[in-house]
């Protein structure tokens, strides 16, 4: 679905306001550039009173940001968007995001909207509304290397196909989370991009948050749709006669050209993925101008980039991120990595700013206090903890984080 239908919901939205927050009332907050965030599990957004909660909570820790997740597993925790609710929300009018907007900028607290790109369905608490991406467009899902000649021989809308797929997420929960999108699909990287720009064109966010804009691993991305663009774009630079060749072994080998050719299938995924952030990026900056883009990346630079095929310096450099987040959740042993990371992180923010991601939810309330002290001391622009439900396990955690590095909400601009 696109933009013709987010105007049409946005009239919609002002002849409603119940139904949702009208974008545009309000300018986005600038960039933080002493960020004291949580990230917020949609789990935490199911009702009025758990929202109130967090928002209290912030208040007490301190808080000037919450990056609170809206698109969980391909789903949407709010009301009238592209895609369909959770089950836990199918049969209210309630909008999560609409009160949570409300209730935090009440208090001077900056909303980012979190939105997980690629990861779209968890085997374990599926989604069956029809309208899911996972049931309506099978063709737009990821594959693994090791099932690609199986799930050639199938069309997308066979039973069987997204059985398959599946069998193996569930056979593999260590190296895969659920079911993955595959962004070297065009129409998939439109559709999240439409996403995207519809909450920044509707609701008044400050920011829209990425995360899973990555692969799996090196192991993935063998769709059909991913093979076919692959093979043309290598065809382009090869002889008549090598084409040929190529033609021939193709028909015995369905992957011949990915091990050909391993860095140029390495750059094009990578491509893939960078491409999702200019299209995202470019469309919440048409909907909200002012509004923040950022994302959550692996902290091990290479790591990012040769096995998460997540090019996030790049991305730096060239303005598609206002902010990256890398996720140093080094446990409490893991300090000289956790500064390590830091440093490399810092290092690598170009034009951009760096807020540091912690894991708060593995780590005493001292020691997170550490951390807010060293990441600042390395020159991050800021923390975001993971996660404010790991901290409310935590007696006294945010008052605790108030009294020792946040002290009371201020909005810091990029100036």
Not at 127 to 136: G, S
Not at 337 to 364: K, Q, Y
Request: aromatic share 8%; net charge positive; hydrophobic share 40%.
């Amino acid at each position: 679905m696109g933009f013709s239908r987010v105007a049409c919901l946005c009239v919609l939205l002002s002849l409603f306001p119940g139904c949702g927050v009208v974008g545009g009332e309000r300018e986005p907050m600038p960039i933080l550039s002493d960020s004291r965030a949580t990230w917020v599990v949609r789990t935490q957004l199911t009702s009025r009173p758990r929202i109130d909660r967090v928002v209290e909570e912030a208040v007490a820790a301190g808080l000037n940001a919450l990056i609170v997740q809206v698109r969980g597993r391909g789903d949407a925790y709010f009301q009238g968007g592209l895609e369909p609710p959770p089950p836990s929300l199918a049969e209210t009018t309630f909008d999560p995001l609409a009160h949570l907007i409300a209730e935090a900028h009440g208090r001077g607290i900056a909303v980012h909207a979190w939105v997980n790109a690629n990861l779209v369905w968890n085997p374990a608490r599926p989604n069956n509304d029809p309208r899911h991406l996972v049931n309506r467009h099978p063709e737009w899902l990821m594959a693994p290397e090791s099932l690609a000649g199986d799930l050639l021989a199938l069309p997308p809308s066979h039973p069987d196909f997204k059985r398959r797929l599946l069998a193996y997420v569930v056979a593999n929960p260590g190296s895969v989370e659920g079911l993955y999108s595959d962004p070297a699909n065009e129409d998939y990287r439109k559709h999240l991009a439409a996403v995207c720009g519809d909450i920044a064109a509707r609701y008044d966010v400050d920011g829209v948050h990425l995360d899973y804009i990555r692969y799996p691993n090196q192991a993935w991305g063998y769709s059909r749709g991913a093979l076919d663009r692959f093979r043309v774009e290598v065809d382009r630079e090869l002889s008549a006669e090598d084409r040929r060749d190529m033609s021939e072994r193709l028909a015995r080998h369905p992957l011949v050209y990915t091990r050909r050719y391993p860095v140029r299938w390495g750059n094009f995924r990578r491509r893939a993925v960078s491409r999702m952030v200019e299209q995202v990026s470019g469309a919440v900056r048409r909907a909200r101008p002012g509004i923040t883009v950022s994302a959550a990346v692996f902290p091990d630079i290479s790591i990012a980039r040769d096995d998460k095929l997540q090019e996030w310096p790049e991305w730096m450099t060239r303005g598609w991120l206002d902010v990256a987040c890398p996720m140093n959740y080094a446990t409490a042993e893991q300090r000289e990595l956790f500064d390590r990371r830091t440093h490399a992180g810092v290092g690598a923010r170009g034009p951009g700013r760096v807020w540091m991601g912690i894991g708060a939810w593995r780590l005493p309330v001292a020691e997170t206090v550490a951390r807010v002290r060293a990441a600042r001391a390395a020159g991050a622009n800021g923390v975001v903890l993971f996660s404010h439900g790991g901290l409310q396990g935590q007696r006294g955690a945010f008052t605790t984080l108030r009294r020792e590095v946040f002290g009371p909400p201020t909005r810091v601009s990029q100036e």
